[in-house]
């Protein structure tokens, strides 16, 4: 079994702050890759960032500049700080994790979601 756990959502007024958090837990014997999607009401769930093993980052157009994702790897958590934040970045916000379990599985896992609403 393999959990994500994210915390760090919330209301926020525009231009202001939020950091999220994503820790996992569980049988896990390697993580490839860990990125944050966001959904908004009505639209497609889109990749926001993404953090390799090796540390290389890549951003979505619309957060270059505002977003940062780093990781913790002894603690296996990953964190989007998020700058100058707009209504438009209002969404459900998801941790996804690549990763290698202790039976040797290679599996995609989803964490629950926390919502970020950015109030103008």
């Known amino acids: 079994q393999v959990q994500l756990m994210e915390s760090g959502g919330g209301l926020v007024q525009a231009g202001g702050s939020l950091r999220l958090s994503c820790a996992a837990s569980?049988?896990?014997?390697?993580?490839?890759?860990m990125c944050w999607y966001r959904q908004a009401p009505g639209k497609q769930r889109e990749l926001v960032a993404i953090?390799?093993?090796?540390?290389?980052?890549n951003y979505a157009d619309s957060v270059k500049g505002r977003f940062t994702i780093s990781s913790d790897t002894a603690k296996r958590t990953v964190y989007l700080q998020m700058n100058s934040l707009k209504p438009e970045d209002t969404a459900v916000y998801y941790c996804?994790?690549?990763?290698?379990?202790?039976?040797?599985?290679?599996?995609?896992?989803w964490g629950q979601g926390t919502q970020v609403t950015v109030s103008s």
């Open positions: 953090i390799t093993r090796g540390g290389s980052t």
């Open positions: 996804n994790a690549d990763l290698v379990t202790l039976v040797g599985g290679t599996l995609s896992y």
């Open positions: 569980g049988s896990i014997f390697r993580i490839n890759a």
